[in-house]
């Protein structure tokens, strides 16, 4: 890869191919949801509801305190902060407990550079969220999937076998699923977590949109030492711009997590608007239940006109199936409306937005595929060929 390199820190200019980059990440591209310009944007499940006003204010005025101090560095531990993550979780959680990044993303890198690593290995079950994958790479841990089923649930049978035969050091559950939505049961996760040689970490992103009175994964941590549950600020809790995630396990997985992180990684800023977020929680969650509400909407509209969808207890929604997705994609965002290609072959992912912003996904997607039938399409033309 160096050779056409003229001296011992090559050309002034180099391409990306010109540079020793590790051979795994060659031909690689960094994580790319479409970040476009659009009037309707439901692709990335955020919450379209942003703070109010009284939420800006406080946080305004916490910005404005770090900032005196902005020339010290932060609190490395960022106690306080996990002290309200820990009040806001319940559970008789403390802040030794909990463990807080930027974005969950984060978290679970922290996750797989403690327990993964060289030689060992993280179990999944497909499909599921697609940054996956590029934590177990960018940490040299292999990644290992187990399929769901076809309604995409998990089957406990299948997943044991799984665990038994490939002895994974980290397994990752996501509930609810990205991108299915799928939520999986209690007594899955026992029996994983019964199963598992190494740790097992439960993705609980989407918690808060689950039909109301789904447990959490977090009642089992008294009985499982290995078991972390891991939160974001990012969906329900409407604060994605703010990178917060965290997660829930005993003392000793958290001072493993301690070990791995960058000194200082949670800046003083991070740090408080979060908690004022946390303190405005109420307020921050308010839409969460008409979220859901549009979810169920819209998974009630997609069936009635005769498409699969998958049941969701998240705020968005899978559904097909498609001979072409890109185009029915690609249809959408021509009419302002962007969503997500994602997911097994022939589905598309839409997030659950405000009321106008499903008017405008339904009017749309109409369009799109009565267009389609009309054969009106350059598109069509060719599927029709
Ligand atoms: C969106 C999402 C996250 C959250 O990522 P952040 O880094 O906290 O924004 C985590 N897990 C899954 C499955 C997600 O879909």
């Not at 003229?6 to 060659?26: F, K, N, Q, S």
């Not at 509801?49 to 005196?68: I, L």
């Not at 179990?123 to 292999?142: K, N, Q």
């Not at 559950?173 to 999986?184: I, M």
């Given at each position: ?28 591209e960094p994580y790319g949801a479409p970040q476009l310009d659009v009037p309707v ?39 306080a902060l996990r002290a309200d993550l820990a009040g806001y979780l319940g559970h ?197 239940a008409a979220l859901r509400a549009a979810r169920d909407d819209l998974a009630g ?85």
């Amino acid at each position: 890869m160096t050779a056409s390199a003229p001296g011992r820190a090559g050309t002034a200019a180099p391409r990306l191919a010109d540079l020793p980059l590790r051979p795994e990440l060659a031909g690689e591209e960094p994580y790319g949801a479409p970040q476009l310009d659009v009037p309707v944007c439901l692709n990335v499940n955020e919450n379209p509801y942003p703070p109010g006003e009284q939420v800006v204010a406080d946080a305004a005025a916490a910005v404005a305190a770090a900032m005196r101090g902005l020339n010290r560095y932060p609190e490395r531990d960022a106690l306080a902060l996990r002290a309200d993550l820990a009040g806001y979780l319940g559970h008789g959680l403390t802040a030794d407990h909990v463990w807080a990044a930027n974005g969950s993303n984060e978290v679970m890198l922290h996750v797989l550079q403690a327990f993964g690593g060289p030689g060992r290995s993280v179990l999944s079950f497909a499909p599921t969220y697609s940054m996956y994958p590029e934590y177990a790479r960018d940490t040299h841990t292999r990644f290992v999937t187990h399929p769901r089923r076809d309604d995409f649930t998990l089957d406990v049978d299948g997943c044991l076998a799984a665990i038994a035969d490939q002895r994974p050091d980290v397994v990752l559950v996501a509930s609810p699923n990205n991108p299915t939505g799928t939520a999986v049961g209690l007594d899955v996760v026992t029996a994983i977590c019964r199963a598992a040689p190494g740790v097992v970490v439960v993705d609980e992103a989407y918690h808060e949109f689950a039909r109301p009175g789904t447990p959490s994964a977090l009642e089992l941590l008294p009985e499982f030492g290995r078991l972390a549950v891991s939160r974001t600020m990012s969906k329900a809790f409407a604060f994605a711009g703010g990178r917060l995630g965290y997660l829930a396990a005993a003392p000793a997985f958290v001072d493993a997590l301690r070990i791995v992180r960058l000194p200082y990684h949670l800046s003083a800023v991070t740090q408080a608007v979060a908690r004022v977020a946390l303190a405005h929680a109420r307020e921050m969650l308010a839409q969460v239940a008409a979220l859901r509400a549009a979810r169920d909407d819209l998974a009630g509209w997609l069936r009635g006109r005769g498409h699969e969808v998958a049941d969701s207890d998240a705020n968005f929604v899978l559904f097909g199936r498609f001979a072409d997705r890109h185009a029915v994609w690609q249809g959408l965002l021509d009419r302002g409306v962007l969503i997500r290609e994602t997911g097994p072959d022939g589905w598309l992912r839409v997030s659950a937005g405000t009321p106008a912003e499903m008017e405008a996904f339904k009017t749309a997607l109409t369009e799109v595929l009565d267009a389609s039938a009309g054969g009106t399409t350059d598109h069509d033309q060719e599927q029709s060929r």
